[in-house]
């Protein structure tokens, strides 16, 4: 299975592919070269538990999503100017899963073009130009979607004045965790940024968010938190979209769709999706109501996409959703979950480096803490967990602001047998860090990154020379900026996040933001 030594594969990465395409374990990478259900095997034939796959979602390499594949290939794959079945049959399958208004699908190829197409589609659809985003969020690369992902945004940086960004809601670390009614206290931060979008003379076109917010740390939102922010931006004239690129398809057990654990009444304007949806293969869709479709051809344009909606990707597509189905995946994520949250808490009775144990079904965050009382982020706990769990042979990401977070989101084939496994593993690596000494846990962290300190990829004590950016107030969301050198981050998908720390080596902070008038 391997063409070349794990050296000469490593060297030639080196020389030709961008240093901005980060390893996971950057001091010891890991080389991959194929994979079975929720394993993946080395070069060497050895077998990892995969906790942080959500994108080989009913399990790698599956026989059904491989033959289809093959089969249709073998037949004839075009674009969608012509006539074929896969394309019907799969969006009339896909909205059966939705409400009944969300009707009309586009057919893209990456969660990033999805999003930014949502964008095109509600500021055709309103006139207006505004989107609200969470903070921490993450909506993809491109140049439209980074900018109302602030996950993406390291240091001091250039909030384009069309991006209002709220907090999000939180409820270990928010403002409003411990209100009377946090849904509604957080949900008014969404209208008070409407009301000074405003005042300034501006419109909002969108809300956007993931429907449980995963590279900003694996949050489940307060109920009343959806409905309470719909209405206000509604009343504002805008629309809502759902982000499901990481959590839909069933990963949350009870629903197909994350939106849909706020209420059965909750209905998004548009829902955008990716990831999971062709478990590797590139397919990924923007699904809205019949009006705001049609919105997109005012004026004569007409929507085009080259490879969107081709009869492989369709058939694959099709062949997710059947798997899902018949392997009663939803189920699976339902009783796996359950039970890993259940055994997650009894474990934070044990050890004090848990902080908050969250997640419905398949999307669980573990929140990791070097003080329980004071809550100070456990960075460099987190990516101690993650390089010992590499040894045990599991691997797991860590996300969030503080880089804390362990994130688990495996395929959705995950057993009973790997939940004791990692959990075996997971109380292990705790007890045998709990007694070390922090500048032990901190050093060791260190090490094993080769950075000076502790994040998943990448922290350091200062940030990096920021260049200078000349934005244009009235840039449009979808032509190019006139930034230039513009840096960015990525989530545990696709690169590397930058914390800061303290000069006195306190716990990390958040990047701060600043906003040119």
Same mark, same amino acid.
């Not at 059904?64 to 093959?70: I, M």
């Not at 006539?83 to 899963?97: F, R």
């Not at 968010?209 to 939102?221: R, V």
């Not at 292990?428 to 050093?443: C, G, I, R």
């Given at each position: 299975?391997?063409?070349?030594?794990?050296?000469?594969?490593?060297?030639?990465?080196?020389?030709?592919? #961008?240093?901005?395409?980060?390893?996971?374990? $950057?001091?010891?990478?890991?080389?991959?070269?194929?994979?079975?259900?929720?394993?993946?095997?080395?070069?060497?034939?050895?077998?990892?538990?995969?906790?942080?796959?959500?994108?080989?979602?009913?399990?790698?390499?599956?026989?059904?999503?491989?033959?289809?594949?093959?089969? /249709?290939?073998?037949?004839?794959?075009?674009?969608?100017?012509?006539?074929?079945?896969?394309?019907?049959?799969?969006?009339?399958?896909? !909205?059966?899963?939705?409400?009944?208004?969300?009707?009309?699908?586009?057919?893209?190829?990456?969660? #990033?073009?999805?999003?930014?197409?949502?964008?095109?589609?509600? /500021?055709?659809?309103?006139?207006?130009?505004?989107?609200?985003?969470?903070?921490?969020?993450?909506?993809?690369?491109?140049?439209?979607?980074?900018?109302?992902?602030?996950?993406?945004?390291?240091? $001091?940086?250039?909030?384009?004045?069309?991006?209002?960004?709220?907090?999000?809601?939180?409820?270990?670390?928010? !403002?409003?965790?411990?209100?009377?009614?946090?849904?509604?206290?957080?949900?008014?931060?969404?209208?008070?940024?409407?009301?000074?979008?405003?005042?300034?003379?501006?419109?909002?076109?969108?809300?956007?968010?993931?429907?449980?917010?995963?590279?900003?740390? %694996?949050?489940?939102?307060?109920?009343?938190?959806?409905?309470?922010?719909? +209405?206000?931006?509604?009343?504002?004239?805008?629309?809502?979209?759902?982000?499901?690129?990481?959590?839909?398809?069933?990963?949350?057990?009870?629903?197909?769709?994350?939106?849909?654990?706020?209420? $059965?009444?909750?209905?998004?304007?548009?829902? !955008?999706?990716?990831?999971?949806?062709?478990?590797?293969?590139?397919?990924?869709?923007?699904?809205?109501?019949?009006?705001?479709?049609?919105?997109?051809?005012?004026?004569?344009?007409?929507?085009?996409?080259?490879?969107?909606?081709?009869?492989?990707?369709?058939?694959?597509?099709?062949?997710?959703?059947?798997?899902?189905?018949?392997?009663?995946?939803?189920?699976?994520?339902?009783?796996?979950?359950?039970?890993?949250?259940?055994?997650?808490?009894?474990?934070?009775?044990?050890?004090?480096?848990?902080?908050?144990?969250?997640?419905?079904?398949?999307?669980?965050?573990?929140?990791?803490?070097?003080?329980?009382?004071?809550?100070?982020?456990?960075?460099?706990?987190?990516?101690?967990?993650?390089?010992?769990? +590499?040894?045990? +042979?599991?691997?797991?990401?860590?996300?969030?602001?503080?880089?804390?977070?362990?994130?688990?989101?495996?395929?959705?084939?995950?057993?009973?047998?790997?939940?004791?496994?990692?959990?075996?593993?997971?109380?292990?690596?705790?007890?045998?860090?709990?007694?070390? $000494?922090?500048?032990?846990?901190?050093? %060791?962290?260190?090490?094993? %990154?080769?950075?000076?300190?502790?994040?998943?990829?990448?922290?350091?004590?200062?940030?990096?020379?920021?260049?200078?950016?000349?934005?244009?107030?009235?840039?449009?969301?979808?032509?190019?900026?006139?930034?230039?050198?513009?840096?960015?981050?990525?989530?545990?998908?696709?690169?590397?996040?930058?914390?800061?720390?303290?000069?006195?080596?306190?716990?990390?902070?958040?990047?701060?933001?600043?906003?040119?008038?």
């Amino acid at each position: 299975m391997e063409d070349l030594p794990k050296e000469r594969t490593l060297e030639l990465r080196q020389k030709h592919v #961008s240093a901005a395409c980060k390893l996971w374990y $950057p001091s010891r990478p890991l080389k991959i070269v194929r994979a079975k259900g929720q394993y993946m095997y080395d070069e060497l034939g050895n077998e990892y538990l995969d906790c942080i796959n959500n994108v080989c979602h009913v399990g790698h390499s599956h026989p059904k999503v491989v033959k289809a594949a093959a089969d /249709q290939m073998a037949l004839v794959n075009t674009n969608s100017r012509f006539l074929h079945d896969n394309l019907v049959q799969y969006a009339e399958k896909l !909205t059966k899963t939705l409400p009944d208004k969300l009707s009309h699908i586009f057919i893209v190829n990456s969660g #990033s073009e999805a999003n930014d197409l949502a964008i095109s589609l509600a /500021q055709k659809y309103t006139k207006h130009k505004d989107v609200v985003t969470l903070d921490h969020a993450y909506h993809g690369h491109l140049q439209s979607v980074i900018a109302i992902s602030p996950y993406k945004h390291i240091g $001091p940086e250039s909030k384009k004045k069309w991006v209002h960004v709220v907090e999000p809601p939180d409820m270990y670390r928010g !403002t409003h965790c411990d209100a009377d009614n946090p849904g509604e206290a957080f949900a008014n931060d969404v209208k008070v940024a409407i009301d000074k979008a405003h005042a300034g003379g501006r419109k909002i076109a969108a809300f956007f968010a993931e429907s449980l917010q995963s590279c900003g740390g %694996q949050l489940i939102y307060p109920p009343g938190y959806f409905r309470n922010v719909f +209405r206000h931006v509604h009343e504002a004239g805008g629309i809502c979209v759902a982000d499901e690129v990481q959590v839909g398809f069933g990963r949350v057990g009870n629903h197909w769709w994350g939106f849909q654990t706020q209420g $059965p009444d909750i209905v998004p304007d548009i829902v !955008t999706m990716g990831k999971p949806m062709g478990n590797g293969h590139p397919i990924a869709a923007v699904v809205t109501t019949k009006e705001i479709a049609a919105s997109i051809g005012n004026g004569g344009f007409q929507y085009f996409n080259t490879y969107g909606g081709n009869p492989v990707s369709c058939a694959v597509g099709l062949a997710v959703l059947d798997i899902i189905e018949d392997d009663h995946l939803r189920d699976n994520a339902i009783l796996i979950g359950d039970y890993l949250k259940t055994e997650l808490l009894k474990l934070k009775k044990i050890h004090k480096t848990i902080g908050d144990v969250r997640g419905h079904g398949m999307f669980i965050g573990i929140e990791l803490v070097s003080n329980r009382e004071t809550k100070e982020p456990g960075g460099s706990e987190a990516t101690y967990t993650v390089e010992y769990l +590499r040894d045990k +042979r599991i691997l797991i990401s860590t996300e969030g602001p503080y880089g804390n977070i362990l994130k688990f989101k495996p395929p959705m084939c995950f057993s009973m047998v790997d939940a004791d496994n990692l959990l075996h593993c997971l109380d292990d690596v705790l007890t045998v860090m709990e007694a070390l $000494p922090a500048s032990q846990v901190e050093s %060791q962290a260190k090490a094993w %990154q080769g950075f000076p300190t502790a994040h998943h990829f990448k922290a350091i004590n200062t940030l990096p020379n920021i260049p200078e950016l000349t934005l244009d107030e009235d840039d449009i969301l979808n032509q190019g900026s006139s930034s230039k050198g513009s840096p960015m981050g990525s989530s545990d998908d696709s690169g590397v996040d930058v914390v800061t720390r303290d000069n006195d080596g306190e716990a990390p902070r958040k990047r701060q933001r600043t906003e040119l008038d």
